[in-house]
């Protein structure tokens, strides 16, 4: 399977997601600051209620299984993570807020850009199917990892990766995810 040089049409598509990736680091301060409060206005909405008791969990579980894979003695109840090794357990709650539905969002707006051009039906598929796999995996260890930190170094430095390097995690992610896309897996359609 042959693919082709890039065209000027590539670079638009190049330009429009490195411009993407600046936007969203210029906006992350302000999105990082606000964003309890947003929470709290959201968590009313009657959707955040059912991701909250549906989607959080599943996410608690795999979080668990990667804890329990790195020896780390913990269970899962609902919606959170409880570190059981010390004398009285510590209780990480996942929130809806952090099981990244912003880093899915950002994924699909980037599908817009990245996927306009001539490339076959097949390669964009498994685009899709990766970069959500992708961002799945990037989610769970996104809250493995501040878990990691509050049960070995305590709660200010897992609030820290929380806030402020899990969003950065996310975009060095899709930065990867597309430079990978662009280069391995989208193939220029050659049916006309």
């Known amino acids: 399977m042959k693919r082709s040089v890039k065209s000027g049409a590539d670079s638009s598509v190049y330009r429009r997601l490195i411009f993407f990736t600046v936007f969203a680091l210029v906006v992350l301060p302000f999105t990082t600051s606000f964003n309890e409060a947003l929470t709290k206005m959201v968590e009313r909405l009657e959707i955040v209620s059912a991701i909250q008791s549906s989607v959080a969990p599943l996410t608690v579980r795999g979080v668990t299984g990667i804890l329990g894979f790195l020896g780390i003695p913990c269970v899962a109840s609902g919606s959170s993570v409880y570190l059981t090794e010390a004398w009285m357990p510590l209780a990480i709650y996942v929130n809806w807020n952090c099981i990244g539905w912003q880093s899915v969002i950002l994924l699909a707006l980037t599908f817009v850009t990245g996927l306009q051009g001539d490339y076959t039906f097949r390669s964009k598929m498994l685009v899709v199917v990766l970069g959500l796999e ?10 493995v990892i501040p878990t ?3 049960y070995g170094f305590g709660r200010l430095p897992a609030i820290f990766f929380h806030d ?3 969003a950065l995690i ?3 992610w899709l930065s990867s995810f597309w430079y990978f896309a662009f280069n391995r897996i989208l193939v220029k359609d050659g049916g006309g």
């Open 164 to 166: 402020y390097i899990g």
């Open 134 to 143: 992708g961002t799945l995996i990037v989610n769970i260890v996104r809250i």
């Open 170 to 172: 996310t975009l060095i």
């Open 148 to 150: 990691l930190l509050a």
